[in-house]
């Protein structure tokens, strides 16, 4: 499964489970729900949804950290380009008005 697919997927979790949580406690489909204050319930199914979309945040962290690193190769052009441009000196840069100033 590539990268692109696992953050799909995650993104898709991220929206569906909280929407589910906040769902079924405004219908009461958890059971003990119906006892609760309104109060309660906002803040139960508030703090819910939030955890939920942490703990998919945290999945999806997982599987991207057990992509192995030899799968994800850079590209070789970019690489000779940014090796050629640390090559290159920097005395042709323009001074700055600060340094101008500390030499007259």
Same mark, same amino acid.
């Given at each position: ?5 696992? +953050? +799909?997927?995650a993104s ?6 909280? #929407?589910?949580? !906040?769902?079924?406690?405004? &219908?009461? !489909?958890?059971p ?6 309104? $109060? *309660? #319930?906002? !803040?139960?199914?508030?703090? !819910?949804? #939030?955890? *939920?979309? &942490? #703990?998919?945040?945290?999945? $999806? ?6 992509e192995?690193?030899? %799968?994800? %190769?850079?590209?070789?052009? +970019?690489?000779?380009?940014? %090796?050629?441009?640390m090559?290159?000196?920097?005395? &042709? ?12």
């Open positions: 499964m590539s990268v692109i697919q696992k +953050f +799909f997927i898709m979790f991220m929206w569906a489970v909280p #929407v589910a949580i !906040l769902y079924g406690f405004n &219908n009461n !489909l958890f003990g729900t119906d006892n609760l204050s309104p $109060y *309660s #319930v906002t !803040l139960v199914s508030g703090f !819910l949804a #939030v955890i *939920s979309v &942490n #703990v998919v945040i945290a999945f $999806y962290i997982y599987l991207a950290m057990r192995p690193a030899e %799968k994800h %190769k850079p590209d070789p052009k +970019f690489l000779a380009e940014a %090796k050629a441009s090559k290159q000196p920097t005395t &042709n840069a323009p001074q700055s008005s600060e340094s101008q100033k500390k030499e007259q």
